[in-house]
């Protein structure tokens, strides 16, 4: 009878597959596992049923089973640039997809995400119709891409419940205690076919997991010591899924490898161009897998920030590139705009949590109802956002690009009208001075003409020329060392200012707007009148703003010159012997 009570408390198993599929609702949680590998089960089994512990932990065996696993990925290894493994499993007829986040372990601790969804049938074309969170993200990363079978796991399954004697509740049927589970153990015999599946990989595994979405406790804790203690068992170094890969030699190359991306001083200014484009489309791609999914706004950003950075350097080393990089420049532009909807969108969705936590009821009330509003526009924004994304035309743009820079510089050489020049030939230390010098008097004279009554776009527009000039300035760090760095500094903290000079003010001009608008929902007067409060505080702030970086230490070396100054010496002394200039082998951001 206190078996069977236990089972009614503990129906719903921790480890996936445990359960029917059928009637079973997706799960999103984080896993807590302890993964150790295992020569024999048979001991580890035969410690577990006679295990007794004296704090009140009970092992109780439970059901046996078959498991098979089948891993998929794209042909570009979405999924696992993404950070995630893609599992189909089918326990008897039940199937469900699970997407298992890449995290690595914590000493012998494993905590990763887990998304699963039950499926009709555990064929793949079931995979990209499921319509819960696996289903969605699956068709938000492979776009039209397909996915591959890259291997399976057969496992043959032990599992012990771990329940803990709960007094504090009251007793079912006259029992003197009720059992809470705190956890599982599963004792695993796996094979991976390899080959043709003549041979196979096999492993054993003990696992621990804590109850679904919860912390392990501390009796849990101790149990794992004990059992690692006593079996004298070692924490797995690797995942199943990893196993897997090595077993059948799978590597999950980037694909984006478009040619070296080294920078030396004694580069041309064509390879120096190459090698800083591969390293932002590199970043690009890695960046995107994490855009469709949509989970972290970061990449996203980052992702954009890598198209803008391409589009820097080709205007930055015009010269030196094809005359279709002009092409490919205002494809960029294209993607960008795409990605910078849903990005803006993101940051003023920001804000507006920011307002409405800090607003009184009435106004709080107001900014939930335009937050529901920016909110539907950005789902449509990633809609379109993703529609870019899976076109031919983006397919095209990587393509063509990939390939471009894959034949690096020369090979699709135009010689400079008249003369036969060549700008991609010539040395960068030779070329590189004129195009950040431009760059810098630009930013000077703009600089020059500020004054706390200068209008912010004056402000803003300093921002902007101060960013192409770091931009230059970190294409060529490798070339010129420590010079690019004491300049990239003060521009980055200069435009790190101004950037929240600029939020400010478009924080202002959106309360403003909101709170005059006769589009929409009418605004309560107690919540125009609190975002006027808002507006005004958001312009002194852009005030104070302004009024500190004209007297900040970054502004006033670089607006007086001497960093310049010297920066131009370094410049001068690399073009005469590039041999001995000292690059400071620093990644261009």
Known sequence: MAQQRSRRRSAGTTKSG???????????????????????LEPVEAWLRQHSSGSGLVVEPESEEKITDAYYDAEDWRFYRAGYALRVRKVGSNAEATMKSLSPAEGNV?????????LGDDKPA??????????????????????????????SRQKFALLLEDDTGEPENGSSANRVRIGEVVLDSSEIPIGEGRESARICRVEVEAGAGTAPTPDLRGFVDEMQYALELKPASI?????????????????????????????????????????????????????RI???PEALHDMRVATRRMRAAMKVFEGALPERAKWFREELRWVAGSLGDVRDLDVQIGRLEAWKNEADEESSEFLGKILDVMKKRRTEARALMLEVLDSARY?????????????????????????????????????????????????????GRLEESSPTE????????????????????????????????????????????????????????????????????????????????????????RSEVLRSKPFRALARGKTWKDFEKVMKDARKSPQKAKGSKKTVR
């Open 110 to 118: 494993r905590k990763r995400r887990e998304i699963t969804e039950p």
């Open 458 to 545: 004056s402000f803003h527009d300093l921002r902007k020329k101060g960013k192409r000039l770091r931009y230059a300035l970190e294409f060529v760090s490798e070339v010129y060392g420590k010079g690019t760095e004491d300049l990239i500094e003060p521009l980055k903290t200069l435009q790190d200012d101004l950037g929240d000079h600029q939020d400010a003010v478009v924080a202002a001009g959106t309360l403003r707007e909101l709170g005059t608008t006769t589009n929409g929902p009418r605004v309560p007067r107690g919540a125009a009148f609190t975002m006027g409060v808002y507006s005004e505080r958001y312009l002194r702030e852009a005030a104070r703003i």
């Open 294 to 296: 949509g989970e972290d």
């Open 18 to 40: 445990g359960r029917s599929s059928r009637g079973r609702s997706p799960v999103d949680h984080h896993e807590v596992e302890w993964q150790f590998d295992a020569v024999e």
């Open 239 to 291: 995942s199943k899924f990893e196993t897997g890969l090595y077993a059948t030699g799978l590597s999950p190359r980037s694909e984006t490898e478009a040619g070296p991306t080294e920078i030396e001083p004694t580069m041309t200014l064509g390879e120096v161009a190459f090698a800083v484009l591969r390293r932002q489309f590199a970043k690009m791609r890695s960046h995107e897998p994490g855009t």
């Open 395 to 447: 397919e095209r743009l990587e393509a063509s690009f990939g390939e471009m820079l894959r034949r690096g510089p020369g090979a699709e050489r135009e010689l400079a009208q008249g003369n036969g020049h060549s700008p991609e030939g010539e040395p960068v230390t030779s070329a590189a001075p004129a195009l950040i010098s431009a760059r810098y008097r630009k930013w000077s004279k703009a600089a």
């Open 126 to 155: 079931t995979l990209g119709k499921a319509p819960g969170p696996v289903g969605e993200r699956i068709r938000s990363l492979l776009g039209g891409q397909d996915t591959r079978l890259m291997f399976e796991v057969r496992t």
